[in-house]
């Protein structure tokens, strides 16, 4: 039932954008051929009619306009989703490797993995010294207490 709203919600919106854009292509014609333009509604009823669909026409641009910082945020925002072997290598190992990554301050491109704390849950890390271990964030702020 929501959905249907939404669909009709949207499908009025773009048709009042689209025959608007319409209108202002006839409209443009009609002055290119006759010079000028000029325009009879004696119907009041369906003038009021169109002058409604004009401003649920504004309300929905200014509707989409009001997304598109959401929009954007949600292109930025792209986590990756585990793919199953690396579900499967977070159970087995406690780690898996989720990409590389070149910090501030760091001379090349370290492997990202994400480790599985057994106090604390998951948490991104890359290996430290020759032996590859990784640091918990939270268990390394108890441990300097
Ligand atoms: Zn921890």
Redesign the pocket.
């Known amino acids: 039932m929501k959905r249907v709203m939404i669909i009709l919600f949207h499908s009025l919106g773009l048709s009042v954008l689209a025959s608007s854009l319409v209108w202002m292509l006839m409209t443009f014609i009609t002055i290119f051929t006759n010079s000028s333009v000029f325009f009879i509604e004696p119907n009041k009823l369906i003038l009021l009619f169109e002058m409604f669909l004009t401003v649920y026409g504004i309300l929905y641009l200014s509707y989409l306009y009001s997304k598109i910082p959401k929009l954007l945020k949600q292109t930025k925002n792209t986590e990756k989703p585990l793919t199953l072997w690396q579900k499967v290598q977070l159970k087995l190992t406690g780690c898996t490797f989720l990409r590389w990554e070149k910090r501030k301050g760091w001379t090349d491109y370290l492997p990202i993995y994400l480790v599985k ?4 849950g998951l ?1 991104e890390d890359y290996p430290h010294g020759y032996k590859e271990y990784f640091v ?4 390394w702020q108890n441990q300097k207490r």
């Open positions: 704390c057994n106090k604390h948490f918990c964030p939270l268990c």
